[in-house]
T-cell receptor
């Protein structure tokens, strides 16, 4: 089955800086890679996703890149704001979805 | 309406109780999911329904019993749970299986 590794486990940045979270996956059959943001006491919120036929996708301050050969994908958040503080999960989907362990992002004002 | 709703928000039950968790979506999605999330851990897939048929059962103990009465509703029936089953139970839906999943707020379950 799929195994997803996510780094770093915690990340602290100053407001306005960029944040990068990286994930690797094991199953070459995985073809869909979403990213979720989970705030305290809430369910995960889909923030961006990418399919295996695309190398990069951007939505305002958030971008995701995918390297299928190396089996890794990354989340980039630019101009971070305090409200970006949350736990971020990557996931990879072949037949079912497997999540990375999560990254706790703290944006200091 | 782009929302997945779950009831109740919180549930406390004893090990001999029977209770049910409910999930509803009105987005016309044909796949629905149950996940279990322990504190500081990622969600773990429990069950997947696709077109109201159980598609994936991740070897979950029989004390958890899913039910999909129609394309908008998903239930999780609980019986004889253990304290280690205490967790956040999340429901999600997607247009079809293997498409973007949208999560509800979860039910915080405590088993005494």
């Amino acid at each position: 089955g799929e195994n997803v590794e996510q780094h770093p486990s915690t990340l602290s940045v100053q407001e306005g800086d960029s944040a990068v979270i990286k994930c690797t996956y094991s199953d070459s059959a995985s073809n869909y890679f979403p990213w979720y943001k989970q705030e305290l006491g809430k369910g995960p919120q889909l923030i961006i996703d990418i399919r295996s036929n695309v190398g990069e996708k951007k939505d305002q301050r958030i971008a995701v890149t995918l390297n299928k050969t190396a089996k890794h994908f990354s989340l980039h958040i630019t101009e971070t704001q305090p409200e970006d503080s949350a736990v971020y999960f990557c996931a990879a989907n072949d037949n079912d979805m497997r999540f990375g362990a999560g990254t706790r992002l703290t944006v200091k004002p | 309406d782009t929302e997945v709703t779950q009831t109740p928000k919180h549930l406390v039950m004893g090990m001999t109780n029977k209770k049910s968790l409910k999930c509803e979506q009105h987005m016309g999605h044909r796949a629905m999911y149950w996940y279990k999330q322990k504190a500081k851990k990622p969600p773990e897939l429990m069950f997947v329904y696709s077109y109201e048929k159980l598609s994936i059962n991740e070897s979950v103990p029989s004390r958890f019993s899913p039910e999909c009465p129609n394309s908008s509703l998903l239930n999780l029936h609980l019986h004889a749970l253990q304290p280690e089953d205490s967790a956040l139970y999340l429901c999600a839906s997607s247009p079809f299986k293997d498409f973007s999943q949208y999560f509800g707020p979860g039910t915080r379950l405590t088993v005494l």
